[in-house]
């Protein structure tokens, strides 16, 4: 049996929040939630998350900075990061893209989809 | 042309340089040996010091020169007529003056040298640079410096004689033979051989003249004194030419009176006593005056006696141009033509760009004679060519119209002028094109119209791009919910063994962003149809506080299950107002939501004020929730107001219900705003007016 899998899930939406923190909780992963990107961060102090599902329009601390930090810190420079937004345009994505995510997804989104992706990127180590 | 002129300049700076070079460190031992030499000599003292004799001929010589500078028919050819873009000035006007100052650095020098070498010979000054190295049996020296001078000769010659003959067809003979009726019939077919061949007419025309006023009249005046002739000549441009460009009031009259007048004291002053000096006329005039009239001698002019020549010429001829021009413009009338061109000239930064755009003409042609024309020049392969590219840039190539529009006659002029310079284009232009003069309200008119245009499109742009903002944020705030339903749909449709609680919340939640949809799209519509005018307000008189109660009383319960006290201080009698009730009911209403919504969360307090303030209607709703930052107190009544700032999220809702709130307020005439500060509750205030 392998360790434990830590998810980190970030959306100031509550009712996506809930979707998503279920979907991972089914899938038998090790979910932390945060209501936007402030908590994102004090999450991140304590326990290293092995992958964040990121939001970026958020309130006071974006998606973009979230993902900038986690690639900063030593410890969590290797957690996979996923995007999932509705900020869909060429520029939003490469923007993702150049902070440092692995995925960006656009919302509305496939739940199959993302759990295949969550996998993958789990796999790939 | 201009490469071989710039590259003539450059080998006689180098030949003139060296020859400097040689007279005053190889001759003598330097500037200051020259200078202490020819001090010590009488007869070049009195070189050295500025007597009160000459030192107004001093005045009179830089002036013709300074103008000559600029008005100089190959000046003129090389710095405007040769010149391709503007910015080309920034260059020259250092790098001119510097090539100035370098090639007049050895004058002094060579010329003193020169008088002291040849020391009671009888050797012409202009040639010293020449005959110094040559006494010296410096042969090399000699050649390159002989080479230099042919150079610059050659050089003068070429350019000179182009600009004369290249402003007497373009400005003289095309426009007279124009006006030939059988010529025009000819040329009409041939006409770009016909212009080369007055080219070359005249090119041959002023060489001829040039040679016959080196034979007929004496040889001898040094070649400076013979270009200080030409330079008052041409120094008489200087008023008209300046004028033009800074004074709106002068007229065609005026420039016609200065030149005519200018070129006639110059031509009596300067050139007829020349003319005598060759024999044609009898001596005595020079002495006596023409007729025994003294104050007519053509040197003494009404007895002025005390001038050089030159001086005495500038003096007059620039006095009388500048009367003539002056009077000339006060006592006649600009025609609209005149005015028009004046205001574009003068106030060219202001109004070229306009005048691009709009081209104050009104007139008929056929855009195909247009393209004949320009091919009579070019050759109508290049003509169909640059029509083909114009109408490109113009339409998109998309339609060639049959009927010309001032763009297109416009730009043929320009193609033309590019030929044949502007006067002839202008007026070969107009026997294709049926002209109505325009008068100058019709202009100004036309100007102020253009740039009206262009403020609107700015503000059309400015309102697409809103309008573009709007739909991506409408469509934005719209995946949120989708997101939510499908993501619950999914997981339903995905794990049929959730139990019921579970099952019971996701489709709670999948109804209410149905619903949290629908109000988007509902409110999204509503507040288009405010904007676009459809909707409109259907006004009858009734008590606004009557209404607030209704609107409090649907709002008692949420308030009471969220255990927040609401207070209503309605000012008796309050004046009924003019009002659309739905609409008013509407805006009460989500004031009142967005309260509870912000209200502290434990000891909630809501407070409801109606009171009268002049003529106007006062409601004010506030709670005690959290302080809504200043900067964003005026943006809160925008559509999303979060536009501004991507990733700032407003806490709920949809991001239009104030914005409809201020809509309505607005038909009613009426303003809305809010106030908060960490003092005071934050306080939502609309005011209706009481005389509608």
Not at chain 2, 502 to 515: A, G, P, V, Y
Request: glycine share 6%.
């Amino acid at each position: 049996m392998k360790q434990v899998v830590n998810v980190l899930v970030v959306d100031d939406e509550p009712n996506i929040l809930m979707s998503l923190d279920f979907l991972m909780r089914k899938a038998g992963y090790q979910v932390f939630v945060a209501r936007n990107g402030k908590e994102a961060l004090e999450i991140v102090e304590r326990q290293i998350p092995d992958v964040v599902i990121l939001d970026i329009m958020m309130p006071e601390v974006d998606g973009y900075e979230v993902c900038q930090y986690i690639r900063r810190q030593e410890a969590s420079k290797h957690s996979k990061v996923i995007f999932l937004s509705a900020k869909t345009k060429e520029a939003d994505i490469q923007k993702g893209y150049e902070v440092g995510a692995n995925l960006f997804l656009a919302k509305p989104f496939s739940t199959k989809n993302l759990l295949i992706k969550v996998k993958e990127l789990l796999a790939e180590g | 042309m201009v490469a071989g002129i710039a590259f003539e300049s450059i080998f006689k700076l180098i030949a003139f340089l060296l020859a400097g070079v040689f007279v005053s460190f190889y001759m003598f031992d330097g500037f200051g040996d020259i200078f202490r030499q020819a001090s010590q000599r009488l007869d070049l003292q009195a070189l050295f010091t500025l007597n009160t004799e000459n030192s107004s001929d001093w005045f009179y010589m830089l002036l013709v020169s300074a103008l000559a500078f600029v008005f100089l028919p190959r000046q003129f050819q090389m710095a405007v007529v040769e010149n391709k873009e503007s910015r080309h000035l920034d260059k020259a006007l250092w790098l001119f003056p510097l090539y100035l100052l370098l090639i007049n650095i050895f004058v002094l020098p060579i010329a003193l040298g020169g008088r002291l070498i040849f020391e009671g010979q009888a050797v012409h000054a202009d040639h010293y640079v020449l005959t110094i190295p040559m006494s010296q049996d410096q042969t090399l020296l000699t050649l390159v410096v002989y080479l230099g001078g042919f150079a610059a000769a050659t050089s003068m010659i070429i350019v000179a004689s182009l600009a004369l003959s290249l402003m007497l067809t373009n400005n003289l003979l095309i426009p007279l033979a124009v006006r030939i009726p059988s010529f025009r019939q000819y040329y009409s077919q041939d006409l770009g051989y016909s212009v080369i061949m007055l080219r070359r007419i005249s090119i041959v025309l002023v060489l001829l003249l040039s040679y016959l006023y080196l034979h007929t009249l004496p040889a001898r005046f040094a070649l400076v004194s013979i270009g200080l002739v030409s330079f008052v000549a041409v120094a008489q441009f200087a008023p008209s030419f300046i004028g033009g460009i800074y004074w709106k009031n002068a007229t065609k009259f005026g420039a016609k009176m200065s030149l005519l007048t200018g070129f006639g004291i110059w031509a009596y002053t300067l050139i007829f006593p020349t003319l005598i000096e060759a024999g044609l006329f009898s001596k005595t005039i020079l002495t006596e005056g023409p007729w025994g009239l003294a104050w007519l001698r053509p040197q003494q002019l009404l007895g002025l006696d005390t001038l050089s020549p030159i001086a005495h010429a500038t003096f007059w001829s620039f006095s009388g141009n500048i009367l003539a021009y002056v009077l000339g413009s006060v006592f006649s009338v600009q025609s609209s033509k005149e005015h028009n061109q004046a205001l574009l000239f003068v106030e060219v930064f202001e109004h070229s760009k306009s005048y691009e755009e709009v081209v104050a003409w009104k007139g008929k042609a056929r855009r195909e004679d247009l393209e004949n024309l320009v091919g009579n020049f070019l050759g109508q392969v290049r003509s169909k060519e640059l029509f083909r590219q114009f109408a490109m840039a113009q339409n998109g190539g998309l339609k060639n119209p049959a009927i010309a529009s001032a763009k297109w006659v416009n730009f043929t002029e320009k193609v033309l002028a590019g030929a044949v310079g502007a006067a002839s284009a202008r007026i070969m232009v107009s026997t294709v094109v049926k002209e109505e003069e325009m008068s100058k309200e019709e202009v100004i008119a036309l100007l102020k119209e253009s740039q009206e245009i262009k403020k609107v499109n700015q503000e059309l742009t400015k309102l697409d791009k809103q309008k573009d903002d709007f739909i991506s944020t409408v469509t934005h705030e719209m995946r949120t919910p989708i997101t939510s339903i499908r993501a619950f749909a999914e997981i339903l449709h995905d794990h049929p063994d959730l139990d019921a609680d579970d099952k019971e919340q996701f489709l709670h939640t999948i109804i209410k962003e149905t619903e949290r949809m629908n109000r988007l799209i509902d409110q999204v519509l509503e507040l288009e149809r405010f904007e676009s005018g459809k909707s409109s307000l259907h006004l009858q008189e009734a008590d606004l506080n009557a209404l607030l109660q209704e609107a409090y009383h649907t709002m008692k319960q949420v308030c009471k299950e969220k255990n927040i006290q609401v207070t209503l201080s309605l000012q008796e009698p309050l004046p009924w107002v003019f009002l659309d009730t739905d609409r008013i009911m509407q805006v009460l209403l989500n004031l009142l939501s967005n309260a509870v919504k912000f209200c502290d969360t434990t000891q909630g307090h809501i407070a409801l004020h109606t009171y009268r303030i002049l003529d106007e209607v006062q409601v004010s709703i506030s709670n005690n929730g959290q302080t809504i930052p200043s900067e964003m107190q005026g943006l809160i009544f925008d559509k999303f107001y979060q536009t501004e700032d991507q990733t700032v999220k407003k806490p709920k809702g949809s991001g239009l219900g104030l914005a409809i709130c201020r809509r309505i307020v607005e038909l009613h005439r009426g303003r809305i705003w809010v106030e908060s500060s960490p003092e005071r509750p934050t306080t939502f205030y609309f005011t209706l007016p009481i005389h509608l």
